[in-house]
């Protein structure tokens, strides 16, 4: 896990794709967390932090940081919140959706996904800075994936925090293209950022960290040139990942009761339209489809997880 490599006073919980990786980060005078994992392991991620603070003689968890607002990234906060009364951080962009819990700004509604409400304490502003443990960190703008999503670096460590912009083989789905806005490019540009940083390791929002960064970026923009030379391709595995999320959520579920939540997820519209099918169409499709990716199989009337 690189562990190694992570200097005094940072600790990586690596969950898996249902709940984004943690980060916990203590000091003299701070304490905090990045990123909360999804709503249904919130507890989990409880019993992380205190167990950590326990184990440091930590009086509390002081801040709670999300690099971007999918819900597998601030699904803890409120509970989070409850327990430590820690002040949350959101990237500035996103602070009217917040503030308003608005439901067409915010992706909870649109892939289908749960997030009890929040309220933030503070923004994230690219291009400046914020202290978590005993280190600064730059906040940089990394679009693409989320079009408001952040990163955090530690230039002294030559650490970056990248969420879901960069992977070790890739990076997140790019949902902005699916409703028609620009993503494609803005993923070329935040690769093209990290590449001018100087790392040593990456956290990356899900998967190990790791420190073979020349590769990792090699590897997304090959996987960016794939997806942006058709844009059914990125359509088409948008919607995989968005019911493989779902079923690692479910486990197993009716088909029925499946067919049902897709009609109800405004997401798969916008997929079968770039797909150039109906909404029927897409649901008949998306089930085998990520059985015969390896994601999931189909018992009778029931659609079941494969891990």
């Known amino acids: 896990m690189s562990e190694h490599l992570l200097p005094q006073g940072i600790k990586v919980f690596e969950r898996g794709w249902l709940s984004a990786n943690n980060i916990f980060v203590w000091g003299n005078h701070d304490v905090s967390l990045i990123d909360t994992s999804y709503v249904s392991q919130e507890k989990l991620t409880l019993s992380l932090v205190q167990h950590e603070l326990a184990k440091h003689q930590l009086p509390t968890l002081t801040k709670i940081v999300n690099t971007h607002l999918h819900a597998d990234h601030c699904g803890g906060n409120q509970l989070l919140k409850k327990h430590f009364n820690s002040s949350i951080f959101i990237p500035a962009t996103e602070a009217v959706a917040v503030k308003n819990?608005?439901?067409?700004?915010?992706?909870?509604?649109?892939?289908?996904?749960?997030?009890?409400?929040?309220?933030?304490?503070?923004?994230?502003?690219?291009?400046?800075?914020?202290?978590?443990?005993?280190?600064?960190?730059k906040i940089l703008a990394a679009p693409g994936h989320a079009a408001h999503a952040v990163m955090l670096y530690q230039e002294e460590n030559r650490i970056l925090i990248s969420a879901d912009a960069l992977w070790e083989e890739g990076f997140g789905v790019i949902f902005p293209e699916l409703t028609g806005e620009s993503g494609f490019?803005?993923?070329?540009?935040?690769?093209?950022?990290?590449?001018t940083l100087e790392i040593n390791l990456v956290i990356p929002g899900h998967g190990k960290p790791f420190s073979n960064v020349k590769k990792a970026i090699d590897t997304a923009r090959s996987r960016l040139d794939y997806l942006s030379a058709d844009i059914a391709r990125n359509a088409r595995h948008a919607a995989k990942v968005l019911l493989k999320f779902k079923l690692l959520e479910w486990q197993t579920k009716e088909i029925s009761l499946v067919n049902a939540w897709m009609l109800e997820t405004p997401l798969f519209a916008a997929i079968a339209n770039q797909l150039n099918l109906s909404l029927?169409?897409?649901?008949?499709?998306?089930?085998?489809?990520?059985?015969?990716?390896g994601g999931a199989k189909i018992d009778h009337d029931r659609l079941i997880n494969i891990n």
Do not use: M, R
């Open 101 to 137: 819990w608005d439901q067409n700004l915010l992706s909870f509604k649109a892939t289908g996904q749960n997030c009890p409400l929040f309220k933030y304490d503070h923004l994230l502003n690219p291009g400046q800075s914020i202290s978590l443990g005993n280190y600064e960190w």
């Open 185 to 195: 490019e803005e993923v070329a540009e935040t690769i093209d950022l990290i590449e």
């Open 280 to 293: 029927n169409e897409l649901i008949v499709w998306l089930p085998p489809a990520l059985c015969k990716a």
